[in-house]
């Protein structure tokens, strides 16, 4: 049994399915059908695969739309975050000003420029999403879909638990807090280094605190998958800072695609990862 939990941008599949839980099915469908085989020989779209869903718990009184993707309207902390994810990917300090000030739309404007306007868009909505979970240690959105992931994971008893994107901070956290046994925990896409705006604001649970780069408890394996040019993947070499991990693979999934989930979970890293398991 396989477990995804997900990353930005899935608040569609509740807008499609009407529920919570026709959300998580259609994403572990499509996830499923992103796999293909699975290690014991069965199709992952006719089962073994679930979903953790919790874009729903973080969506309530956010902007969204052409809001969403507007950097003067995050907040102060998600503004920050914007600055800090500028400052990884190579900003100049003109563009930065010291930070000060948070020139959001030219540090916007930079990362279109640099990186292309798609990029602009993930990032800026990565860093709405994220401050929604990670602007409050004990906020309810965020103790809410650290439980929503370890509810699944306490009914299912899954081998594998697979976290894509702002997930892979969802599952660390929660791995931390309440530790269950997995064989493998595969992240993909992870922004879990990314000094200032995601490291530092992690929560380990009482007692973690200076374990901030190590494997879970009652995690045997831990595998990073990265694409060359995600923006939201850095810094790329994550086991600098978390040296828990115990693989970790750079991947090329094309400009387009550089941060989508499907694309990721097709990579042959994955499916080796997996055959491991037989």
């Not at 529920?19 to 293909?36: F, I, N, P, Q």
Request: proline share 5%.
């Amino acid at each position: 049994m396989i477990i995804g939990i997900h990353g930005i941008r899935c608040y569609r599949y509740l807008a499609r399915a009407g529920s919570a839980e026709g959300a998580a099915r259609a994403l572990a469908a499509e996830w499923g059908a992103a796999l293909g085989a699975g290690y014991d020989g069965v199709s992952y779209e006719q089962g073994g695969l679930d979903a953790a869903y919790y874009a729903h718990l973080l969506h309530l009184g956010t902007a969204q739309g052409a809001a969403a993707e507007d950097p003067e309207l995050l907040g102060a902390t998600g503004q920050r975050m914007l600055a800090d994810w500028a400052a990884e990917l190579g900003a100049p300090d003109e563009v930065l000003m010291g930070r000060a000030g948070l020139p959001v739309r030219q540090i916007a404007e930079w990362i279109a420029r640099r990186h292309g306007d798609l990029a602009r868009r993930v990032v800026v909505l990565f860093c709405r999403e994220a401050d929604t979970y990670l602007g409050d240690p004990a906020s309810q959105r965020r103790a809410g879909v650290r439980d929503e992931l370890s509810g699944v994971l306490e009914r299912r008893r899954p081998r594998v638990l697979i976290a894509h994107s702002l997930g892979s901070v969802v599952a660390y956290e929660t791995l931390w807090h309440r530790p269950v046994e997995l064989d493998v925990l595969i992240t993909l896409g992870s922004p879990l280094g990314l000094p200032g705006a995601i490291r530092d604001r992690l929560s380990m649970g009482p007692g973690n605190e200076e374990r901030i780069g190590q494997r879970p408890p009652g995690v045997r394996r831990w595998v990073n998958i990265a694409d060359i040019g995600d923006v939201v993947a850095i810094p790329r070499d994550l086991p600098a800072s978390f040296p828990g991990i115990d693989a970790h693979h750079e991947v090329s999934l094309g400009a387009v695609a550089s941060h989508k989930a499907t694309r990721y979970l097709a990579v042959p890293e994955v499916a080796a990862e997996l055959a491991r398991l037989r």
